[in-house]
C-alpha cells in the first residue's frame, strides 16, 4: 500500500515530522471505538477501547478523570511508555481554554499560554488546573481484564498492546484527533 506523507515543522522541538496525509482519528466515546479514518471514509476500526473514570465531556480540572472532547493533534510520541506507547495530545486546546476562562477554571496568563503554544504550533503547558498528558496509549503490564472491564483511565484513551503497535503504523505526530 503506498501512503503519501506530509512533512510538518514541530518548533517546540526544531524538527520536522510526519504524518499519513489526510488519515485521521475519530475516537467514539460511546461506542468506545477509535475509527481509522482518510477524508470521510472509515480505513479501520478498533473496538473495545477504555476512557476515563469520569466518562467524557469537558474536563474541569486536573484529576477529574475525565476524557476531554474535542480536536486535538498528536504533539509527541512516547516510545518508552509504562503503557507501551504514548501519543500525547495537544490538550488543552484554545477552545478548552476559552471555556475554562470563562468559568473562572483558569486566569488570562494560563489562557494566554495555550494560545500562544496552539498559535506556534507547540504542544501546549501540561501543568494548567485544567491537567494534561492526555494521550492514546497501550496497557503496558496493566491486565487486559480490567480493560475489557471498565472505563479505568485518568482521562486517556486506551488500547490494548497490540491495538496500540498497529496504531502506531497510522499515525505519528502531527496526526489529527477528534474526540466525541
Not at 474535542?70 to 476559552?98: C, H, M, N
Not at 485518568?154 to 491495538?163: D, V, W, Y
Request: glycine share 12%; charged share 20%; aromatic share 8%.
Amino acid at each position: 500500500m503506498w501512503r503519501i506523507y506530509l512533512l510538518l515543522y514541530c518548533s517546540c522541538c526544531a524538527t520536522v515530522v510526519s504524518a499519513a496525509e489526510d488519515i485521521w482519528l475519530l475516537v467514539d466515546t460511546s461506542a468506545l471505538k477509535i475509527e481509522v479514518k482518510k477524508g470521510e471514509k472509515t480505513l479501520e476500526t478498533l473496538d473495545g477501547i477504555a476512557i476515563g473514570q469520569g466518562g467524557a465531556g469537558f474536563k474541569h480540572h486536573r484529576g477529574d478523570n475525565v476524557t476531554p472532547f474535542g480536536d486535538y493533534r498528536i504533539g509527541w510520541v512516547g516510545e518508552q511508555s509504562a503503557f507501551k506507547k504514548f501519543f500525547g495530545l495537544t490538550y488543552p486546546s484554545v477552545d478548552d481554554a476559552g471555556k475554562a476562562l470563562e468559568q473562572g477554571l483558569i486566569n488570562r496568563v494560563t489562557y494566554n499560554s495555550i494560545v500562544y503554544a496552539h498559535k506556534h504550533n507547540q504542544v501546549p503547558p501540561q501543568n494548567t488546573p485544567l491537567g494534561g498528558r492526555i494521550g492514546i496509549h497501550g496497557l503496558g503490564r496493566a491486565d487486559e481484564k480490567i480493560h475489557k472491564m471498565m472505563n479505568w483511565t485518568h482521562g486517556c484513551i486506551a488500547l490494548t498492546n497490540s491495538q496500540i503497535d498497529h496504531l502506531s503504523h497510522w499515525i505519528d505526530k502531527g496526526t489529527m484527533v477528534r474526540i466525541k
